[in-house]
């Protein structure tokens, strides 16, 4: 079936704030070791990053960056990545079931985060550690010389305050998988103690309490509830995580409109903050941090945790702990792209409440960038949307209304085919159409009529840039000897005189449209 759909009518949602297109690097797989650290790759540098690693994340436009995790932060001694590299302990990562080297930890990430021009997102372990050792890494991190751990940053090389701001207090302490995971209730007193003494500690720290691992957890609503009405004012944002892919969904099509689940998801959790700033009569807002999103292949992982718990029938024997094995090293077909625009598109559409974000992860797990040993550093088919919006999506985001062509399917009932947000940088008269068509065999003509943004002039108004992706084959992919079997290509589009622009968009597409 095709269709025309009509974009219209665009309005005001909020600011776009930067740290929207950030990212997220653990200590898992081949993300650090081997993936931004190679130390005896051409391209590293006197810390052991590699260089071409880093020109790519400058192209895919990451602002800020979730560190060190994730699972593995829930097992995790912060210290044992500071100071000299001879003296740094060797331990057992139990989330990942791997050897960690701590080669890198976070004397190192700060000077890559810095070559990078990235934020640093700070994670805390409050699995197996606690309010003492969090107030000790905020001492270590960000406390000016003259105090105790603040000269121990200094004598490892660091003599100016790291300046981290955004702290998430935690991971997934909801799920059943996480390292010292916790009841709604026990989580709530611990972040609320933690969050207070933190603040203490440093006023100004911006401070993310875990939230829901997923909309589909059972305690989902009940954790956030609880967790705000007991922490609600020493908390700045409460966090989002969301993961999806084609098996994991009800059918291909469903999976195609996974930005729905992500809108209803954030729907939902702002309502909840909305409630409780209105019970506890606060001027505070709590705004959400979706710091965990995008496609994962996730059974793999959960088959590979089956096996595990079946050689554990066994009996008592001693595993193998393999070092950066390569873990979650999905490659990203061109439907996912597609669905990761969408999703780019949803947060974009929910900015006043979302005024954080990471897409999971940055290198070699779950990643637009890829590498090989020795070798060449990769993009995969999900780099290219989210460069698009990192770079171009600037002032303010705009929902528009869409009046076309529908889809319903098993999860979904009367959903619009096309999903579409408009941003419009006013100071700079620059903006970026973002457009998905969501249905899996309908082509459709989308109008994107933006008249209404504010002093757009009808007759200066210009085309810039266009950018699409699409193949026949929605399962094509990039492979280390092919990354461009999957790139965005120019197409077509007709300036209109009436400030709106037509273009036709094949079944599953995403495209870019920068005008002035
Ligand atoms: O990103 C992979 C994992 O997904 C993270 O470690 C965890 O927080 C989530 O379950």
Redesign the pocket.
């Known amino acids: 079936a095709s269709g025309t759909a009509l974009v219209h009518t665009p309005v005001a949602v909020a600011d776009i704030p930067r740290r929207l297109f950030g990212s997220?690097v653990?200590h898992?797989g081949r993300g650090v070791y081997g993936g931004i650290y190679e130390p005896d790759h051409p391209t590293a540098d006197e810390y052991g990053f590699r260089h071409d690693v880093m020109e790519l994340v400058n192209e895919l436009g990451v602002t800020c960056v979730r560190y060190p995790?994730?699972?593995?932060v829930s097992n995790y001694n912060w210290e044992d990545g500071t100071g000299p590299k001879e003296l740094r302990p060797v331990r057992r990562d139990l989330?990942w079931h791997s050897t960690e080297t701590n080669e890198v930890g976070i004397d190192d990430f700060y000077h890559w985060s810095r070559q990078t021009g990235t934020e640093i997102m700070l994670a805390v372990n409050l699995g197996t550690r606690g309010l003492h050792a969090c107030l000790e890494e905020l001492e270590y991190v960000n406390a000016p010389a003259g105090t105790a751990l603040a000269d121990r940053r200094v004598r490892n090389g660091i003599p100016e305050a790291m300046d981290v701001s955004m702290w998430c207090l935690g991971?997934?302490m909801d799920?059943p998988w996480q390292v010292g995971h916790m009841s709604a209730e026990a989580y709530a007193t611990a972040v609320d103690q933690v969050a207070h003494a933190m603040k203490l500690a440093e006023s100004g720290l911006q401070l993310v309490a875990c939230g829901s691992?997923s909309a589909h957890m059972p305690s989902f609503g009940h954790w956030e509830r609880t967790v705000l009405d007991k922490a609600y004012d020493n908390l700045d944002f409460i966090s989002c995580?969301a993961y999806y892919y084609d098996r994991g969904a009800a059918s291909f099509q469903d999976f195609l409109l996974s930005s729905e689940d992500m809108a209803h998801f954030i729907d939902t959790v702002a309502g909840i903050c909305a409630t409780t700033k209105a019970e506890k009569h606060s001027d505070h807002e709590v705004a959400l941090s979706f710091d965990?999103w995008g496609v994962w292949y996730s059974d793999v992982w959960n088959q590979q945790e089956e096996e595990w718990k079946a050689q554990a029938k066994a009996g008592l024997h001693h595993e193998e702990w393999p070092k950066a094995p390569r873990l979650l090293e999905d490659l990203y077909t061109v439907a996912d792209a597609v669905v990761e625009g969408s999703l780019m598109i949803s947060l974009l559409k929910h900015c006043d409440h979302v005024r954080s974000a990471s897409r999971?992860?940055l290198v070699n797990v779950?990643a637009p960038i890829m590498t090989e040993a020795m070798g060449p550093a990769w993009k995969q088919s999900v780099f290219h949307p989210f460069a698009a919006a990192a770079h171009h999506a600037r002032g303010n985001a705009y929902a528009p209304s869409i009046d076309g062509p529908m889809l319903s399917t098993p999860q979904y009932d009367a959903v619009p085919a096309i999903d579409a947000v408009i941003t419009w940088d006013d100071e700079r008269h620059e903006g970026l159409a973002l457009v998905v068509n969501r249905d899996e065999h309908g082509t459709h003509d989308v109008r994107i009529d933006c008249s209404s943004l504010p002093r757009i002039d009808a007759s200066t108004m210009r085309i810039d840039a266009t950018q699409m992706l699409h193949e026949d084959d929605p399962y094509r992919r990039n492979t280390a000897e092919d990354s461009n079997a999957v790139v965005p290509h120019a197409c077509d589009v007709r300036m209109n005189e009436d400030a709106s622009f037509t273009l036709t968009m094949p079944e599953i597409s995403w495209a870019a449209i920068r005008f002035h």
């Open positions: 997220f653990e898992m995790g994730g699972n593995f989330a991971n997934e799920g691992s995580h965990e999971a992860q779950i």
